[in-house]
T-cell receptor, first 114, second 115 residues
């Protein structure tokens, strides 16, 4: 079946601009996660949704970052006033139900802030 | 604080030889442990996990890992390496307590298998 999909695959923007990154989880998966992976590093947790609500947003670095999942399926990660330090690969993952289940990752969105 | 250490940036093995990629962890409560593999310009692919039960876990592509509670380790192994196993490997942990799905990843180990 279809895996996690993310769009766009690449996004180049200018410092100060607003960006939205989209994630389509595996069908039927109720849990969704966002991570950020900088060059040469392991992924870092940003936020975890269970259904429509953010169950854990402790990884969001500051208030420029926000994520939504209004219908409990597709999620959008929103970054305001982008900075060059936001450049990274943003990974989305989903799991069947709760946090105990295996997380399956999408291919990621490579964000470059010029 | 929860953490994962992968002490080797790179592991080099010859094709056909056994391989080990090391991982140690620190977590409160019982750990849930995972191994993922990442090929260039692709997302993470799940290999295997330990939640509870038998300390030796078998996963995809012939990989296995052994959970050692006393040494807080979860090393990835394969009896006979293939050139196609060359990739970036990540160990991850989450705490078994609480409701967070947050995974803590190590920095990754590059596996290079030479013909």
């Amino acid at each position: 079946g279809a895996g996690v999909s993310q769009t766009p695959s690449n996004k180049v923007t200018e410092k100060g601009k607003y960006v939205e990154l989209r994630c389509d989880p595996i069908s039927g998966h109720t849990a969704l996660y966002w991570y950020r992976q900088s060059l040469g590093q392991g992924p870092e947790f940003l936020i975890y949704f269970q259904g429509t609500g953010a169950a854990d947003d402790s990884g969001l670095p500051n208030d420029r970052f926000f994520a939504v999942r209004p219908e409990g399926s597709v999620s959008t990660l929103k970054i305001q006033r982008t900075e060059r330090g936001d450049s990274a690969v943003y990974l989305c993952a989903s799991s069947l139900q709760g946090a105990r289940d295996t997380q399956y990752f999408g291919p990621g969105t490579r964000l470059t802030v010029l | 604080a929860q953490s994962v250490a992968q002490p080797e940036d790179q592991v080099n093995v010859a094709e056909g030889n056994p391989l080990t990629v090391k991982c140690t962890y620190s977590v409160s409560g019982n750990p849930y442990l995972f191994w993922y593999v990442q090929y260039p310009n692709r997302g993470l692919q799940f290999l295997l996990k330990y939640i509870t039960g038998d300390n030796l876990v078998k996963g995809s592509y012939g990989f296995e890992a052994e959970f050692n509670k006393s040494q807080t380790s979860f090393h990835l192994k394969k009896p006979s390496a293939l050139v196609s196993d060359s990739a970036l490997y990540f160990c991850a942990v989450r705490s078994g307590s609480g409701n967070t799905g947050k995974l803590i990843f190590g920095q990754g180990t590059t596996l290079q298998v030479k013909p």
